[in-house]
T-cell receptor, first 111, second 111 residues
């Protein structure tokens, strides 16, 4: 089955700097790659997603890139702010409706 | 609209006891799923359902049963709780876009 690896597990960046989180997946049939943000005590929420027919997608300070050949995708957050501190999860969707998550990255924005 | 409602929010069980985690949604979504979240392990898929009367196993189904008799409800049953099932459980639904909408979670402790 699908396996999603996510790195790093913890990331600290200075406020205003950029943060990058990387994921790899194993199933070449996966065609949907969402990113979720989880704040303390809450369920994860979708922040951005990308499908396999697109190489890059941007939404204000957040962007996601996808390299299908290498089977990896990345989340980029620019001009980080204190409210970006959270746990971020990447995920990949296989053809059988399973959505498999990475282990998460705890992002700390330092003042 | 409440979205995705999970009950109970907190539960303590003794080893061998049984219980059901309830999940109800008012979003008219066909897809529903259960994840467990453990420190350092991310979100792992337990079971999922693509519609009433249809269920399938995820990554970690052992020790859990599900049923889907209606579109709105997707209960998760633990028949004989074990300490290894201590976790935070999230129910999630999805519509046509593929975006998962999560409940607020149910924290289960098995002594």
């Amino acid at each position: 089955g699908e396996n999603v690896e996510q790195h790093p597990s913890t990331l600290s960046v200075q406020e205003g700097d950029s943060a990058v989180i990387k994921c790899t997946y194993s199933d070449s049939a996966s065609n949907y790659f969402p990113w979720y943000k989880q704040e303390l005590g809450k369920g994860p929420q979708l922040i951005i997603d990308i499908r396999s027919n697109v190489g890059e997608k941007k939404d204000q300070r957040i962007a996601v890139t996808l390299n299908k050949t290498a089977k990896h995708f990345s989340l980029h957050i620019t001009e980080t702010q204190p409210e970006d501190s959270a746990v971020y999860f990447c995920a990949a969707s296989t053809g059988d409706d399973k959505i498999i998550f990475g282990k998460g990255t705890r992002l700390h924005i330092l003042p | 609209n409440a979205g995705v409602t999970q009950t109970p929010k907190f539960q303590v069980l003794k080893t061998g006891q049984s219980m059901t985690l309830q999940c109800a949604q008012d979003m008219n979504h066909e897809y529903m799923s259960w994840y467990r979240q453990d420190p350092g392990m991310g979100l792992r898929l337990i079971h999922y359902s693509v519609g009433a009367g249809i269920t399938d196993q995820g990554e970690v189904p052992n020790g859990y049963n599900v049923s889907r008799s209606t579109t709105e409800d997707f209960p998760l049953r633990l028949l004989s709780a074990a300490p290894s099932q201590t976790s935070v459980y999230f129910c999630a639904t999805s519509g046509r876009t593929g975006e998962l909408f999560f409940g607020e979670g149910s924290r289960l402790t098995v002594l």
